[in-house]
């Protein structure tokens, strides 16, 4: 199973930014989707989820919007209000078991793939 983030970019703040993981090598229905990020210096946070639910951190609810094309295999962040607090190295990974219960998960621990990584810039 492999996944593939793009979509990252230098943007001003309060700008938008819409990220994309595409999973290939398996079909992305048997996975839950995790958003992380990591900034420079700083330990790797979750951002958002998604299974047959999808929760968000309360440093991104109201901005970020996860989402998933099945047939495409991809999920989707949607980032609108972008802070220069949201620069960070993005990624996304799966999990298989949170597939299976329907409940998407916020530790990295629980995540068996990962993404390369795209890198969000919000600066002036």
Do not use: H
Request: hydrophobic share 30%; with cysteine.
């Amino acid at each position: 199973v492999q996944l593939q983030a793009s979509g990252g970019g230098l943007v001003q703040p309060g700008g938008s930014l819409r990220l994309s993981c595409e999973v290939s090598g398996s079909t992305l229905q048997y996975f839950a989707i995790g958003w992380f990020r990591q900034a420079p210096g700083k330990e790797r946070e979750w951002v958002s989820c998604i299974s047959g639910n999808s929760k968000y951190a309360d440093s991104v609810k109201g901005r970020f919007t996860i989402s998933r094309d099945n047939a495409g295999n991809t999920v989707y962040l949607q980032m609108n209000n972008l802070k220069p607090e949201d620069t960070a190295t993005y990624y996304c990974a799966a999990d298989r078991a949170g597939s299976r219960t329907g409940i998407c998960r916020a530790l990295p621990r629980f995540y068996e793939y990962w993404g390369q990584g795209t890198q969000v810039t919000v600066s002036s």
